[in-house]
């Protein structure tokens, strides 16, 4: 079983549309959870944290935790066609370990 | 220089090579890691650096080697290399609340990256 599973995609959505990002991970005691953008041939960037069950917002962004369920979210609003991307879930119990990523392409 | 710096960007190497990749963190953390990124499979961690001190070695082949010779410096050195090993070799940095074991790892700031082909 994979410790941090994502949708690898591709997601497509139209402009100004939400875009929901999905992750489940199987580690209980995890404390953490992160996501990061990486655009294509760069390097990871952080975007989201959520320590606690919820939603958390910043912005266009919104992350959403349920720890019983062990899934956390990611949603988008309006998109952009900036926001194609891949986007990494990562979750944390003292190590890091990251899904493989949902590739997100935003449509003009 | 801000943030996290690694170089060289690119590198093409043949199997019999020694090199090594550096990364340097302007952030003011006190840990350092290395991941491996190869085409649709998720980051790999390879090697953490808490406090200088090499806390975790996730079963990498010997012929990587890591060096931290302080908190703000990390090297990759590299020999001996299989094609294999060609990926996206990251190296982040992050705070560390506690400094003893394993303590609580905050949120990580990646660098830009050196990309691996090996012939």
């Known amino acids: 079983q994979k410790e941090v599973e994502q949708n690898s995609g591709p997601l497509s959505v139209p402009e100004g549309a939400i875009a929901s990002l999905n992750c489940t991970y199987s580690d209980r005691g995890s404390q953490s959870f992160f996501w990061y953008r990486q655009y294509s041939g760069k390097s990871p960037e952080l975007i989201m944290f959520?320590?606690?069950?919820g939603d958390k917002e910043d912005g266009r962004f919104t992350a959403q935790l349920n720890k019983a369920s062990q899934y956390v979210s990611l949603l988008i609003r309006d998109s952009q066609p900036s926001d194609s991307a891949t986007y990494l879930c990562a979750v944390q119990n003292n190590d890091m370990r990251f899904g493989a990523g949902t590739r997100l392409t935003v449509k003009p | 220089e801000t943030g996290v710096t690694q170089t060289p960007r690119h590198l093409v190497m043949g199997m019999t090579n020694k090199k090594s990749l550096k990364c340097e963190q302007h952030?003011?953390?006190?840990?350092m890691y290395w991941y491996k990124q190869s085409a649709k499979k998720p980051l790999e961690l390879m090697f953490v650096?808490?406090?200088?001190?090499?806390?975790e070695n996730n079963s990498v082949p010997s012929r990587f080697s890591p060096e931290c010779p302080n908190s703000s410096h990390l090297f990759l050195h590299l020999h001996t290399l299989q094609p294999e090993d060609s990926a996206l070799y990251l190296c982040a940095s992050s705070l560390v609340t506690a400094p003893s074991g394993r303590g609580t790892y905050n949120e990580q700031f990646f660098g830009p990256g050196t990309r691996l082909t090996v012939l």
């Open positions: 952030l003011g953390h006190n840990a």
């Open positions: 650096y808490n406090f200088k001190e090499q806390t």
């Open positions: 959520i320590y606690s069950n």
